[in-house]
């Protein structure tokens, strides 16, 4: 499944996610990570020393998905401005007429 904007495809299915319990707003393009992570605290009793690789798989990859999205957005308004920018040289109204001046 690819998701629309991202580079990173999403590995873990709908089933596997609902079938592991992954909350609804962590279902992103890293639930394939989140799903051993979880089952490695729950078999940890969640100490905060143990599962140290895959914690640091899963937040690396979240990283990632969040610098994408800056990249993305920083993209959008560099367009909006090169945009605002040739509406203000082109369509504005002189305030003097080209006329006054002959």
Known sequence: ME???SSKKM???QEEMV???VPIPYRDQCAHLLIPLNKCRQAEFYLPWKCEI???SYEKCEYELVMERML???KIRE???KLKQAGKQGGSIP???KTANA
């Open 79 to 81: 367009e909006e401005a």
């Open 95 to 97: 305030l003097i007429p």
């Open 19 to 21: 079938e592991n319990r």
């Open 54 to 56: 895959e914690r640091h």
């Open 72 to 74: 993305q957005m920083q």
């Open 3 to 5: 998701v629309e904007g």
């Open 11 to 13: 590995i873990a299915t």
